[in-house]
């Protein structure tokens, strides 16, 4: 029986009916008197930014956990993503490969350097970006690699170093989405030149806003230092500025936050993954709706997002948006994802003109991209991971939202 016994049959509440779920999911962010404690620390120090403790405790911290030997805090993830970039030496004209399945982020760090992003489509599996299209995309001016680890969960890192190393291609990991990620029983924080981490008010570990990026390189490390601290070297003087950078400094109140929320990481990540692996199971049991796989290599996913597939044509050929707003009616917050970037209205309105971006290489074609436009169009299904911190009735809600949708999908289809 797909349904419990009290929804069977039952009116949906778009159409009326009393919703499965009216009480709130667990909220999120999760804080205590740690963060109070904390903030009124750095409020009573005086010190709120330049020279405080805070941050250089963080970045000590970050890079420990992550498996990595250097970390750079950062106001943002978006400018982490900038700062990488521009320590791999990324300059106008050269490509960056990415997925065109991601947060506006990933493109837009590579367009205001002026440089090109190059799409690379997703795996159906995983909507990861696929390593296998990525050879035929690279040319002389390919520069960078961005593999997304999109919703917490890692690429195949051992494919893509042996792509790219070879090559003299760098790798940044865009883990916005993967704080506490494992490949292979070694977190991501090392395991390209350098990883990018947000902590905007979503992610798994936040402060609001905030970045980071970790790296096992030295240099690579003072470098986007440099870019993200206007410029300077940390050995020199203050007001001498060896490079054109940007001011993204991480202030000490969000480090302040960051320190208590590290040491729940561990404990969420590991509830996330047990609730999401009980979640789709039971999913997996109503014909038409398909979690995304897990590969192999993959010893950690932290889902971010618990990420469904689903099949309209098992489902009475009900479209997409009208399946999200029964769920949405029933108390379930599911969302379609992303627009494909490809597809930015900054394109079409000539906010970035493409036959300026594409001088030397075509633009890219719809046509080019079967699973970005599956997934973006009409498959994917996002849950966000804060109903995975929850207990079991937020499991059992969420599958009997699902499964009155399904009993109930002869009439969702016939009505208009």
């Known amino acids: 029986m797909l349904a419990a016994e009290t929804s069977m049959n039952a009116q949906l509440a778009l159409y009326g009916g009393t919703p499965v779920r009216t009480d709130p999911f667990p909220r999120w962010p999760v804080f205590d008197d740690a963060e109070l404690a904390s903030l009124k620390e750095v409020l009573l120090s005086g010190i709120w930014g330049i020279g405080g403790k805070k941050v250089p405790l963080l970045e000590e911290q970050f890079a420990a956990y992550h498996n990595a030997r250097y970390a750079v805090a950062a ?7 900038e700062m990488a970039l521009r320590a791999f030496g990324v300059k106008e004209g050269d490509e960056v490969i990415i997925p065109p399945y991601t947060f506006y982020a990933t493109m837009s760090a590579v367009l205001v350097l002026k440089a090109v992003p190059v799409f690379v489509d997703i795996e159906n599996d995983s909507y990861c970006i696929d390593l296998s299209k990525v050879p035929q995309a690279i040319t002389e001016r390919t520069k960078a690699i961005i593999p997304v680890l999109f919703a917490g969960c890692p690429v195949d890192v051992d494919s893509m170093n042996a792509i790219a190393c070879p090559r003299g291609i760098h790798v940044l990991l865009d883990a916005a989405q993967a704080h506490a990620t494992e490949w292979q029983g070694k977190r991501v924080g090392a395991l390209g030149d350098i990883c990018s981490f947000s902590f905007q008010s979503s992610k798994n570990m936040t402060s609001g806003e905030g970045g980071m990026l970790t790296t096992d390189d030295e240099s690579l490390a ?4 440099s870019y993200g601290n206007c410029g300077r070297d940390q050995k020199k003087p203050w007001y001498e500025h060896y490079r054109l950078g940007n001011n993204f400094r991480m202030t000490e109140f969000q480090a302040a936050i960051l320190l208590c929320q590290l040491p729940r990481l561990g404990y969420q990540t590991s509830l996330r993954h047990k609730n999401a692996s009980r979640l789709s199971a039971r999913l997996s049991e109503i014909p038409g709706i398909v979690p995304l796989a897990i590969p192999p290599g993959a010893t950690r996913h932290t889902h971010h997002i618990l990420v469904l597939k689903y099949y309209a044509e098992l489902f009475d050929e009900i479209p ?3 399946l999200l707003a029964a769920l949405q009616a029933e108390g379930i917050p599911a969302h379609p994802g992303y627009v494909p970037l490809y597809r930015s209205p900054m394109f079409a309105n000539k906010e970035v003109d493409p036959d300026e971006v594409y001088k030397s290489s075509p633009p890219p074609d719809p046509g080019n991209f079967p699973i970005t436009e599956q997934a973006a169009g009409k498959q994917a299904v996002w849950l966000p991971h804060n109903i995975l911190l929850g207990d079991e009735s937020c499991i059992r809600d969420v599958v009997d ?16």
């Open 222 to 225: 003072a470098l986007a230092r």
């Open 75 to 81: 106001v943002n993830g978006t400018a982490t993503l």
């Open 401 to 416: 939202a699902f499964s009155k949708v399904w009993d109930n999908r002869d009439k969702l289809a016939s009505t208009s």
């Open 320 to 322: 997409r948006g009208k």
